[in-house]
């Protein structure tokens, strides 16, 4: 709803992203005047042409060990910026990362949900039980409603 707010204010027949490269990220933050817009605006552009950029290209050289703290700071932007994290949420990503995977973060619409961990095949089992205990452990009131499952990442649909 903000960023539909926003392309009101510019052209709502660009998307978010036409307006930051038609008007430049500086130019569309000074002409907002409410803080959550800014916020929006602001985690949108960070993810949008700072992070993904910086994962992707890690992941074409296989450097996969460095995107641990960029995507760190994806879900760190999402609590600051959109403020839709929840103690739960929040837990699961910092706790997976202390207990050994190379990335972690909330995702889906935010307010609770799903947290993912990227730790390798032959340790997946072994993260996942410990990462279960550990969340338990300080949230044992979602005992019957919490659900930790191992998948493999799915192939990429891009050359």
Known sequence: LMSQEIRKMFDESLSLAEIVEKYSFEEVK?????????????QFYIESYEIIPQVSEYLEKGEIEKIGEL?????????????????????????AREIGAIAASAFGAGFGGSVYALVKESEANNFMEK?????????????????????????SKFD
């Open 30 to 42: 000074t002409k907002l005047h409410n803080q959550d817009l800014v916020n929006r605006l602001t």
């Open 71 to 95: 995507i760190d700071l994806s879900h760190q932007n999402a609590d600051r910026y959109l403020g839709n994290q929840v103690a739960e949420t929040n837990f699961l990503q910092a706790n």
């Open 131 to 155: 990462w279960r205990a550990d969340y338990l452990e300080k949230f044992p009131q979602h005992t019957e409603k919490s659900d930790f499952f191992v998948t493999k990442a799915g192939e």
